[in-house]
């Protein structure tokens, strides 16, 4: 696909799970991969990114609750969404970006994917609705 589409959203109750899953074309060659959501009235908020053969990397909201995962020879992104809560309630997106420079130490740089990862492709999303 020219851009990535979520799907597997849905309608679920508080303390429920949902998996999502994302295909595109070029999953494997992304520099970051990743998700983030936009609630009504809300700012884009990235929930979880990784490298394409790196680490993951969570927002403090889903940390514990959340997994992202992939399936390199499908080129198929994956959120498992546990325990639920009505704050999760958004439409998810996944996207492709570039990744960030680090210095964790003088003399040393090394990229990685913060949730917060500039997404550079993304496309069509997927509605979670979480109820009480």
């Known amino acids: 696909q020219v851009q990535p589409v979520a799907s597997g959203g849905g309608s679920v109750q508080a303390g429920g799970s949902l998996r999502l899953s994302c295909a595109a074309s070029?999953?494997?060659?992304?520099?970051?991969i990743g998700w983030y959501r936009q609630a009504p009235g809300k700012e884009r908020e990235g929930v979880a990114a990784l490298d394409s053969d790196g680490p993951t990397n969570y927002a403090d909201s889903v940390k514990g609750r959340f997994t992202i995962s992939k399936d390199d020879a499908k080129n198929i992104l994956y959120l498992q969404m546990n325990t639920l809560e009505p704050e999760d309630t958004a439409v998810y997106y996944c996207?492709?970006?570039?990744?960030?420079?680090?210095?964790?130490?003088?003399?040393?740089?090394?990229?990685?994917?913060?949730?917060?990862?500039?997404?550079?492709?993304w496309g069509q999303g997927t509605q979670v609705t979480v109820s009480s």
């Open positions: 996207a492709t970006g570039r990744s960030v420079e680090s210095h964790p130490v003088e003399g040393i740089t090394i990229r990685v994917c913060p949730t917060s990862f500039e997404p550079t492709h």
């Open positions: 070029a999953f494997s060659a992304a520099a970051c």
